[in-house]
């Protein structure tokens, strides 16, 4: 591979077993401390080749109105917090060449910064999007309140307490004899095909969410599946499950809707598309599992 899978390494030790209710007091009071902050959802970054999504603890004086933080973890002995400021915020930096305002989707397939900081963003970026998203109780209604350095809201009406949630994403290449099982849907990039994927449901288990997905999407019945890989995706806050399954069917229906296209591709078709050779087609983004997916199988 060119370029390793997006959002798999976080280099930061997160303390979960001893997490600390005063850590983000702590890191306030601490000059190592490293903020990543978020205007909304997109990241503010310090330019460079590459740049980098940690600022000194000083940052935060530019955000005086900010909003939720949440203790990653450390960095060596370098603790990091992650800030929620208003989407506003960002207009502050468009015309300063020293920072850049940009999506986490773009950052990685440009490179803005280095690997091991994709995991530690999208790590940021799921936790403050759970709690803007999360601001009142489930259970009564109430407003709720940040604990445990930000991986806890409480409901002081009724007791309750909420934890970040991550949402299972099965993506699956399906496979019979030397070709396999891709497709295309509208939003995607002009040529580009990739894998199928979809949510895993309750009481369900990854491989009978493999076969469902693709009989639902593509008409295809699945026997045979093996796991592979995952990927953190924080989209808002997904983590896909990498699968690779045995076609035991050839006839693909699909209904238009979720995909404008599905069909068989050979080995061969699917070099070129990975070398970015084939006339007709492409395949998906080095930064997604879906890229690793038909690179390990294509090796197979």
Known sequence: MNRPIAYISNPLVRHS????????AKAAQDPRTAMIVLAGDVPILRAGEPGTSLHPASFLSRFPDHREQVFLGTLGERPVVATLAAAEAAEQFQDDPAFAVVDLRSIAVRGLVPADELGMLAM??????WHRRHRFCANCGAPTTLAQAGFRRDCASCGAQHFPRTDPVVIMLITRGDKCLMGRQPRFAEKMYSCLAGFLEPGETIEDAVRRETFEEAGIRVGAVRYMTSQPWPFPSNIMIGCIGEALTDEITFDG????DARWFT??????MLAGTHAHFNSPAPIAIANHLVREWVRE
């Open 17 to 24: 077993a001893e997490r600390d209710p005063e850590a983000l």
């Open 124 to 129: 940021a970026k799921s936790l403050l999007d």
């Open 257 to 260: 809707e979720e995909l404008e």
């Open 267 to 272: 080995k061969e078709d699917l070099r070129q």
